[in-house]
Nanobody
Framework: QVQLVESGGGLVQPGGSLRLSCAAS????????MKWFRQAPGKEREWVGG????????NYAESVKGRFTISRDNVRRTVYLYMNNLKVEDTAVYYC???????????WGQGTQVTVSS
């Protein structure tokens, strides 16, 4: 059974930090590009960033560049999103997504809520 399980969300003050985790099971994790998305209330889901299958290349949306960092651990089958200097506008449900290399296969997690508020 394929699963992507996000964790680590919560309530944090502006300027604070959080680490999100996305644990994968049921598929060959190291063959999948991993991405993070987020969806704020009343807005469309937007791409946050992604990491290649070996972790060697990462890219980020302009809105989070310099504040967020993605990493992956293929042994632990987990991808991380480190979020620093959080802003109120980062408030959203954060989702991880797995995209198969050379295939149309993709999987989504159920999401974890991040709320940035004073």
């Amino acid at each position: 059974q394929v699963q992507l399980v996000e964790s680590g969300g919560g309530l944090v003050q502006p300027g604070g930090s959080l680490r999100l985790s996305c644990a994968a099971s049921g598929f060959t994790f190291h063959y999948y590009v991993m991405k993070w998305f987020r969806q704020a209330p009343g807005k469309e889901r937007e791409w946050v960033g992604g990491v290649t299958i070996d972790g060697g290349r990462k890219n980020y949306a302009e809105s989070v560049k310099g504040r967020f960092t993605i990493s992956r651990d293929n042994v632990r089958r987990t991808v991380y999103l480190y979020m620093n200097n959080l802003k109120v506008e980062d408030t959203a449900v954060y989702y991880c997504k797995a995209e198969g290399m050379g295939s149309n296969t993709e999987y989504w997690g159920q999401g974890t809520q991040v709320t940035v508020s004073s």
